[in-house]
């Protein structure tokens, strides 16, 4: 997509808003605006629908004071006109409809910009990562993931090691070995990117970016352990009297069979355990607790102790599920994580330090799709050089 259908379809989000506020548009203006609905049905129909659901949300108790929903329905009925229309005097405050209209339009015109098959450049140019997913067996032999082809890769330590499909390696014991302390394999997984792993014991794990795992080839027949900094999602396969456990640099987790999300980056103040079922117990140097399904464990790395609250699994998990969910966080816990899923480098100005946003987006969407809708808040911008963001009022 060029330039000008970028600043096109921008300008008539602004139209759009101008519109819902009430305030007068040029002759011109309403005609660039109608011209633009009236060649994008798709578009122009899926609008009207998220508005007038909104609109009704929002609608006053007295229908005779004010119809929300009059606006649009006028608007829409005059997509080949372009003449003036009267002004609709409202006693209701209509400034929170326009506003929630006006995001509708924004996320809109968002997914227009960036889901047209022609789309050559985009928004906001970052650069692309070219970091890689790499394997470190036990012996310290490295293995770049992404430059192999599917199939076996390796045997070690009586397992053979097979690469799935290019986002997926699976560990399949092949004979029994002693998992002794420093003979581990490491699995890690660079910014701007995620991968999967199956156990030896055919445990699933998800890794986030950023992250890493150490596990052995073949699981002893006490226990099963791994080691893990960043994110990770586990699926664990339930055995009667062989236990799974978690290590972080703040924390043990221990499993008999279940579902869970572990959080541990070394560049966050906290380490945090959501179960989504089954059972864990959390523990640290000073107290141990069980958790219920549907909990999340939070450890500050300065302090001894967890606070145990009802999890939003929803969030905690959105990341395996190719989404990125914020609720009321602060920018710069905001910048971290989208540092680490698009590898990109934020700057964060002292003056908008603290404030606080709120969203979903779809990580196949990219950094550039993200950063155009939180530029559409109007409260931040970003200004591009490289691989490095930084954020301004």
Known sequence: MNQNKIDQALKVSQLFKKYLKEETLTA??????????DAHPKERKNLQQLLSQKLNEQKAGDAKVYDPVLPYAELTS??????????????????????????????????????QKDQQKPAIAV?????TVELTLAGGKKINLESHQNGVIAFADGATIKKENPALL??????????VEGNLNTLAVPAGKQYQLILPDGSKVWLNAMSKISF?????????????????????????????????AHQLVEVLG???????????????????????????????????????AVKSNQMAGFKIADADLNQAIAWKNGQLVFKDEKIEELTRTLSRTFDVEFQVDERIKGQ??????????????????LEQTGAIHFSIKGRRVSVIP
Not at 170 to 179: H, K, L, N, P, R
């Open 28 to 37: 011109q203006e309403r005609h660039e605006l109608f011209q633009w609905l």
């Open 78 to 115: 005059r997509i080949a006109e372009d003449k003036p229309h009267p002004k609709i005097k409202s006693l209701y405050p209509f400034y929170k409809i326009a506003a929630a209209a006006a995001i509708i339009v924004v996320l809109s015109v968002g997914l227009l910009l960036f889901n």
């Open 127 to 131: 650069a692309n990562t070219t970091k």
């Open 170 to 179: 699976s560990y399949q014991a092949t004979g029994a070995t002693e998992d």
């Open 216 to 248: 052995p080839s073949n699981f002893n027949k006490g226990e099963r352990i791994v080691e893990v900094a960043g994110e990770a999602y586990f699926e664990v396969n339930h055995f009667a009297n062989w236990p799974f456990r978690v290590k972080t």
């Open 258 to 296: 279940t579902k869970f999300n572990v959080q541990a980056y070394p560049d966050e103040s906290q380490t945090a355990t959501t179960l989504v079922n089954g059972s864990v117990r959390v523990s640290d140097q000073s107290s141990s607790h069980l958790l219920k399904p549907g909990q999340i």
């Open 356 to 373: 606080h946003f709120s969203g979903t987006f779809a990580i196949k969407s990219g950094v550039e799709h993200t950063l155009r809708t």
